[in-house]
């Protein structure tokens, strides 16, 4: 069975440019997680979904940030107009009910 | 402020011996345990959980353990090995689903 699939899996662009981050989660899977790595803080939740529905996006540093999960197969992760301090490895995850999540292999991106 | 915490950024330990890998959480009310592995480029990886309700789990050489009234979590790797080399990510879900990650211990195993 095919994991959660992450796009692209690098991006470089200049600031001010809009980005968009894309996941496909694990089929049957009914939660859906955005997670951003930096050196400074780790792995920080964005946004999580569950069936669809966004739950829970504190984690969303500010409004330049926004999260769509239109379909339970598909996800989106939009920055509008992106800044050099955004550059950091973006992880989306997936998990069906309590239990482990499981990993894309991430989205580096690079903001010049 | 980080409510799961792992306090050593790295651990340096000789193929064959113990590694030991420490959390530390503030919030009573998490009630799942879960540690991550990730090499460099990929993904973090599950690699094994440990209920509030239990003190201890083992699968193979990993084995974690949990200390409710200290708020610690460890995970033990015996014996180590070279292939074991990443960085180690303990985690916490509350009663909402939400997960918690601490900031990652990178280990690095010397043949």
């Known amino acids: 069975d095919a994991g959660v699939i992450q796009s692209p899996r690098h991006e470089v662009t200049e600031m001010g440019q809009e980005v968009t981050l894309r996941c496909k989660p694990i089929?049957?899977?009914?939660?859906l997680f955005w997670y951003r790595q930096t050196m400074m803080r780790g792995l920080e939740l964005l946004i999580y979904?569950?069936?669809?529905?966004?739950?829970?996006d504190s984690g969303m540093p500010e409004d330049r940030f926004s999260a769509k999960m239109p379909n339970a197969s598909f996800s989106t992760l939009k920055i509008q107009p992106s800044e050099p301090r955004d550059s950091a490895v973006y992880f989306c995850?997936?998990?069906?009910?309590?239990?482990?999540?499981?990993f894309g292999d991430g989205t580096r991106l690079s903001i010049l | 402020d980080q409510q799961v915490k792992q306090n050593s950024p790295s651990l340096s330990v000789q193929e064959g011996r113990i590694s030991i890998l420490n959390c530390d959480y503030t919030?009573?009310?998490?009630?799942?345990f879960l540690w991550y592995k990730k090499y460099p480029a990929e993904g973090p990886t599950f690699l094994i959980s440990?209920?509030?309700?239990?003190d201890k789990n083992e699968d193979g050489r990993f084995t974690v353990f949990l200390n409710k009234s200290a708020k610690h979590l460890s995970l033990h790797i015996v014996p180590s090995q070279p292939g074991d080399s990443a960085v180690y990510f303990c985690?916490?879900?509350?009663?909402?689903?939400?997960?918690?990650f601490g900031s990652g211990t990178k280990l690095n195993v010397k043949p």
């Open positions: 995850a997936s998990s069906s009910g309590l239990g482990a999540q499981h």
């Open positions: 089929s049957g899977h009914n939660s």
């Open positions: 979904f569950n069936n669809n529905v966004p739950i829970d």
């Open positions: 919030n009573s009310m998490f009630d799942y």
């Open positions: 440990i209920s509030s309700i239990k």
């Open positions: 985690a916490a879900i509350d009663n909402f689903n939400k997960f918690y």
